[in-house]
């Protein structure tokens, strides 16, 4: 009922609170009265998680970056966006396969990914596998504008088949 009364200010009233075999079972009425940020549970709840993202998020990966904002953009215009000028020369100059995988509340929530290049840059690659890890994983519906601000994205390239090279993570701040 928390939820449901969430910001709201109630008045409760106890109207039994045990049967006549002397078992407990509370039977109250609550009635919603005014609005009161000081009841905002749902917030309170979520504001330490979002902190610890805020603080994750202080590490500026422009790779991770690269991946969280083609998926942001995605999600919220349907559109590819363009490799973006000021990207580190191995985002530009190197071709790899790149997996992105997507978390929310730490369970998969998305992944995609190529072992070897399809594209002409690791960031074309990093673009295009973070929204097909985002849109077009088939295990889960597609990431919607509301979720944005709830997920972690990890991101790794390959130099060849079996050579893991990287791997990085981000959390989306609370503001998306």
């Not at 409760?12 to 919603?32: I, R, W």
């Not at 504001?47 to 999600?75: C, F, G």
């Not at 985002?134 to 790794?156: C, G, H, K, V, Y």
């Amino acid at each position: 009922m928390a939820g449901t009364l969430d910001g709201m200010r109630v008045e409760a009233k106890q109207l039994s609170h045990e049967d006549v075999t002397g078992v407990g079972y509370g039977v109250c009425s609550f009635h919603p009265t005014i609005a009161d940020d000081s009841r905002k549970f749902l917030d309170m709840r979520q504001r330490p998680r979002q902190t610890r993202m805020v603080e994750k998020n202080s590490v500026h990966d422009p790779w991770v970056q690269l991946a969280v904002k083609s998926i942001e953009s995605y999600v919220r215009h349907q559109k590819v966006m363009e490799v973006p000028d000021g990207l580190p020369s191995e985002l530009i100059d190197k071709k790899a396969g790149a997996f992105v995988s997507i978390h929310k509340r730490g369970k998969l929530r998305g992944c995609i990914g190529t072992i070897s290049p399809t594209k002409n840059s690791l960031a074309e690659e990093i673009i295009h596998n973070a929204i097909s890890a985002a849109t077009r994983d088939s295990r889960f519906e597609p990431i919607d504008e509301n979720e944005l601000s709830q997920l972690e994205a990890t991101w790794m390239f390959y130099v060849h088949r079996r050579t893991l090279l990287l791997r990085r993570s981000w959390m989306w701040s609370a503001m998306g």
